[in-house]
């Protein structure tokens, strides 16, 4: 199963809607086979899984791991469940239930009524994990919720004042890096006005390959020009405005109206939901963060802390709890989890 949760790390980014999920088949205590989900559309991880098993004779007396649920439905694909039926298992071992109303222990019920013997929940915790993005747009019916910023040592997110309209680097080019990795990973990013206008950031992948995500951008009176990078129409972007705006919509740049007076980082989701966001990185600045915050509408928290001080500046946002120190080279990064 730990191989599973590895090989799973693959899809990561590019299965949405569907999780990317990883499949490991073992026979006479060898790995013999291994597969993760496909791009939307393609093959699910149990099918590449035994595609690539030339001998199929041997299915009948092998065990296949699966860090979820296999699917009983059809979608794009057929059920995986039929498949490892067909293929006449002796075991199959399932990290995690799939909480889709459409599966939801129908995968299991499939294979046990076909006499194959079922273990559910090894590694469990790491696999739901794992499947958070899935499992949250499932159970909570909202997307995960990262929120993510960088600071001083001394506790700043920005400059007071500052030259250019470009991001001023807190923390450094490895942890740049890794944000850019976490961008590759989640469905949509978050800025708002203030960020937009100061830093007219672009939002996409830079030093990681993988799917630039869905820009978001809060903009309430229209202020933020149409030339700013944002609105460049190359990445899907949102922008939630209390003005109407119907007639700025184009394919790939789409204004939503919203009301920013009452509980906005939930009327942000609600919006969000309906585009089918999975996930959501809450980039800045401090406003935007505190709105999550104080809404307790968060799952985790990265804070980079660089090795700089500004000694004056824009106070970075705060949250009172626990975190998980991890060293970046002169850079720590705080991991906060809401439990």
């Not at 299991?108 to 013997?117: E, G, H, S, T, Y």
Request: glycine share 6%.
């Amino acid at each position: 199963m730990k191989r599973c949760l590895q090989i799973a790390e693959n899809g990561v980014g590019t299965t949405r809607p569907n999780p990317s999920v990883g499949a490991v088949i073992v026979y006479n205590n060898k790995i013999i086979a291994e597969g993760f989900t496909s791009p939307f559309g393609g093959n699910h991880a149990e099918v590449n899984a035994i595609n690539a098993v030339k001998d199929k004779s041997v299915l009948k007396d092998a065990t296949i791991y699966v860090t979820l649920e296999p699917c009983s439905h059809f979608g794009k694909t057929p059920p995986c469940a039929d498949l490892i039926v067909k293929h006449q298992f002796k075991q199959v071992v399932i990290g995690c239930l799939d909480s889709n109303t459409l599966v939801a222990g129908k995968g299991v019920n499939r294979l046990k009524d076909a006499n194959i013997n079922v273990v559910v929940g090894v590694l469990e915790n790491e696999c739901r994990a794992q499947h958070k993005r899935f499992l949250s747009v499932q159970e909570n019916l909202r997307p995960y919720i990262i929120l993510k910023w960088a600071e001083t040592k001394d506790g700043f997110i920005a400059p007071e004042t500052k030259k250019e309209k470009k991001p001023v680097f807190i923390s450094n080019s490895y942890s740049q890096q890794l944000v850019h990795k976490l961008r590759s990973k989640e469905h949509a990013i978050i800025v708002g006005t203030n960020t937009a206008l100061v830093d007219n950031p672009k939002l996409n992948l830079r030093t990681w390959s993988g799917l630039n995500p869905v820009r978001v951008v809060l903009d309430r009176t229209l202020k933020i020009e149409q030339s700013a990078n944002l609105f460049d129409k190359t990445i899907k972007t949102i922008v939630l405005t209390g003005k109407k705006s119907e007639k700025l919509n184009s394919e790939n740049l789409i204004f939503e109206k919203i009301n920013f007076d009452d509980n906005l980082a939930a009327t942000i989701i609600n919006v969000l939901s309906k585009h089918k966001i999975q996930s959501l990185i809450v980039e800045g600045g401090t406003q935007t963060l505190q709105t999550f915050i104080a809404q307790n509408l968060w799952d985790e928290a990265l804070v980079f802390v660089g090795n700089s001080s500004f000694k004056k500046g824009v106070v970075a946002p705060k949250i009172a709890k626990n975190y998980k120190e991890h060293f970046i080279k002169d850079d720590v990064l705080k991991i906060f989890k809401n439990d």
